[in-house]
C-alpha cells in the first residue's frame, strides 16, 4: 500500500518523459499545416504521408548539426540555459489532470506550483541572452524579463478568480467544482479566461507577443547563437508549454476531464488541442504587437480589468441571482471601456512613423 503512490508517480513520470517529445513533435507538424494553410500553402508534403514524418525528419537533422559556441560566451550559461528552460516545461505536467485518478501528483496547491514552475523560463532565457555575449541576444532576453514580469501579474489574478469561487488550489478540485457548470460559463469566468489566454501567449512568445526573437530586429532573439539541439530544446520547451499552458485553461475554465459520452483523457485532449489550434490560429492572422505597445497593453488594459474582475467574481459569489451577475458584468464593461479609453489611443497609428511618399 505505501508503495502504489511511489509507482504510480514512476509510471507517470516515465510517461511525460515519453510522450512529451512525440507532442512536441506533432505539434511542429500541427502549426506548419494550419499555418500553411491560412497562407494558402501546402506546407510539409514531402516526407510520409501528408508530411507526417517531417517532424522525425526534422530531429535527426538537428542532432547531427554542428554545435557551435561563440568564442565570446559564456560556455556553461551558453551550454545550461537550454536544459534549464525544457526542464521545468516537462514538470508541468506533474499537476495537470487528465482524469480523477490521472494526475501524477495531486498536490493539495497544484496550480500554485504549475505558476511558479513556469516564471522560472525567465532565468533560462536570460541565461541564453546574457552568455552568448551578443547584443542581439542579450536584447531578446531583456524583452522576455520585461513581458513575463508583465504578464504574469493579470494572469495570476485570472486565476485567483478560479481559486476564490472553488475554494482550493488543487488542480482536480477545480475541475470538481465545475461539476454543474463550467466557470467559462460565467460573466467573471469569460473575463477570466480571455485574459488567461492573452497572458499565456505572452507567457510561452507566441504571436503577437513573440517580441523576444523577434526576427525582424533581433535575428533570432535570445536564441539568436544557438544551433542544433541545443535550439531544438528551446522550440521542444515553448512547444510543451504552449500544450502545458492550454491544459491548464482546458482545467480552470472549460470543466477538464468533464463531458458527455467521451472519456475524461480524450476531453482533456480535445479542449487543449482546441486551445492551441486558436493559438496557431492567432499566429498566422494577428501581426506582432510593438515592444512599448506590448507592455503598456498588459500594465494599462489588462491589469485594471483582472483587478476588476477580482471584485466581479465576489459580487457574483456573495449577491443572489440576477443581481451578482448584473453588477459583475457592468463592472468589468465599465473597467474595460474606462482602460481602453487611456490604452487604445497611446496604441494608435498617430505616433507611428510617418511615410513620405
Request: hydrophobic share 55%; charged share 15%; aromatic share 12%.
Given at each position: 500500500?505505501?508503495?502504489?503512490?511511489?509507482?504510480?508517480?514512476?509510471?507517470?513520470i516515465?510517461?511525460?518523459?515519453?510522450?512529451?517529445?512525440?507532442?512536441?513533435?506533432?505539434?511542429?507538424?500541427?502549426?506548419?499545416?494550419?499555418i500553411a494553410?491560412?497562407?494558402?500553402?501546402?506546407?510539409p508534403?514531402?516526407?510520409?504521408?501528408y508530411?507526417?514524418?517531417?517532424?522525425?525528419?526534422d530531429g535527426?537533422k538537428?542532432?547531427t548539426?554542428?554545435?557551435?559556441?561563440?568564442?565570446?560566451a559564456?560556455?556553461?550559461?551558453?551550454?545550461?540555459?537550454?536544459?534549464?528552460i525544457?526542464?521545468?516545461?516537462?514538470?508541468?505536467?506533474?499537476?495537470?489532470?487528465?482524469?480523477?485518478?490521472g494526475?501524477?501528483?495531486?498536490l493539495?496547491?497544484?496550480?500554485?506550483?504549475?505558476?511558479a514552475?513556469?516564471?522560472?523560463?525567465?532565468?533560462?532565457?536570460?541565461?541564453?541572452?546574457?552568455?552568448s555575449?551578443?547584443?542581439?541576444?542579450?536584447?531578446?532576453?531583456?524583452?522576455?524579463?520585461?513581458?513575463?514580469?508583465?504578464?504574469?501579474?493579470?494572469?495570476v489574478?485570472?486565476?485567483?478568480?478560479?481559486?476564490?469561487?472553488?475554494?482550493s488550489?488543487?488542480?482536480?478540485?477545480?475541475?470538481?467544482?465545475?461539476?454543474?457548470?463550467?466557470?467559462?460559463?460565467?460573466?467573471?469566468?469569460?473575463t477570466?479566461?480571455?485574459?488567461?489566454?492573452?497572458?499565456?501567449?505572452?507567457?510561452?512568445?507566441?504571436?503577437?507577443?513573440?517580441l523576444?526573437?523577434?526576427?525582424?530586429?533581433?535575428?533570432?532573439?535570445?536564441?539568436?547563437?544557438?544551433?542544433?539541439?541545443?535550439?531544438?530544446?528551446?522550440?521542444?520547451?515553448?512547444?510543451?508549454?504552449?500544450?502545458?499552458?492550454?491544459?491548464?485553461?482546458?482545467?480552470l475554465?472549460?470543466?477538464?476531464?468533464?463531458?458527455?459520452?467521451?472519456?475524461?483523457?480524450?476531453?482533456?485532449?480535445?479542449?487543449?488541442?482546441?486551445?492551441?489550434?486558436?493559438?496557431?490560429w492567432?499566429?498566422?492572422?494577428?501581426p506582432?504587437?510593438?515592444i512599448?505597445?506590448?507592455?503598456?497593453f498588459?500594465?494599462?488594459?489588462?491589469?485594471?480589468?483582472?483587478?476588476?474582475n477580482?471584485?466581479?467574481?465576489g459580487?457574483?459569489?456573495?449577491?443572489?441571482?440576477?443581481?451578482?451577475?448584473v453588477a459583475?458584468?457592468v463592472?468589468?464593461?465599465?473597467t474595460?471601456?474606462?482602460t481602453?479609453?487611456?490604452?487604445?489611443?497611446?496604441?494608435?497609428?498617430?505616433?507611428?512613423?510617418?511615410?513620405?511618399?
Open positions: 500500500m505505501g508503495l502504489e503512490p511511489l509507482i504510480r508517480m514512476g509510471i507517470g516515465a510517461l511525460i518523459l515519453a510522450l512529451a517529445p512525440v507532442v512536441m513533435m506533432w505539434l511542429t507538424w500541427l502549426e506548419r499545416k494550419t494553410r491560412i497562407q494558402n500553402r501546402f506546407g508534403t514531402r516526407v510520409g504521408r508530411g507526417l514524418l517531417q517532424p522525425l525528419a535527426v538537428m542532432l548539426k554542428e554545435d557551435i559556441v561563440p568564442a565570446g559564456d560556455r556553461w550559461l551558453h551550454l545550461l540555459a537550454p536544459i534549464v525544457v526542464v521545468p516545461a516537462l514538470m508541468l505536467f506533474a499537476v495537470l489532470p487528465f482524469g480523477p485518478r494526475i501524477v501528483l495531486n493539495n496547491t497544484g496550480l500554485l506550483f504549475f505558476l514552475v513556469t516564471s522560472t523560463q525567465t532565468i533560462a532565457v536570460f541565461m541564453a541572452g546574457w552568455g555575449r551578443s547584443k542581439f541576444s542579450l536584447l531578446g532576453a531583456l524583452r522576455t524579463v520585461a513581458q513575463l514580469a508583465a504578464y504574469e501579474v493579470p494572469m489574478l485570472a486565476a485567483a478568480t478560479v481559486v476564490m469561487i472553488s475554494g488550489l488543487s488542480t482536480t478540485a477545480i475541475v470538481e467544482a465545475q461539476a454543474a457548470r463550467w466557470f467559462v460559463a460565467t460573466p467573471w469566468g469569460f477570466a479566461f480571455i485574459i488567461f489566454l492573452l497572458c499565456a501567449l505572452a507567457e510561452v512568445n507566441r504571436t503577437p507577443f513573440d523576444p526573437e523577434a526576427e525582424s530586429e533581433l535575428v533570432g532573439g535570445f536564441h539568436t547563437e544557438y544551433s542544433g539541439m541545443k535550439f531544438a530544446l528551446f522550440y521542444m520547451a515553448e512547444f510543451l508549454g504552449t500544450f502545458a499552458i492550454s491544459a491548464l485553461g482546458a482545467t475554465f472549460l470543466g477538464g476531464w468533464r463531458g458527455p459520452w467521451l472519456p475524461g483523457w480524450l476531453w482533456v485532449l480535445v479542449k487543449t488541442y482546441g486551445l492551441v489550434f486558436v493559438m496557431i492567432i499566429r498566422g492572422t494577428w506582432r504587437f510593438r512599448d505597445h506590448l507592455l503598456a498588459a500594465w494599462k488594459c489588462l491589469l485594471p480589468v483582472s483587478l476588476a477580482v471584485l466581479a467574481a459580487l457574483w459569489a456573495v449577491c443572489p441571482w440576477p443581481w451578482g451577475t459583475a458584468v463592472l468589468v464593461a465599465a474595460f471601456l474606462v481602453s479609453q487611456i490604452w487604445i489611443p497611446e496604441a494608435s497609428c498617430k505616433d507611428s512613423p510617418r511615410v513620405v511618399s
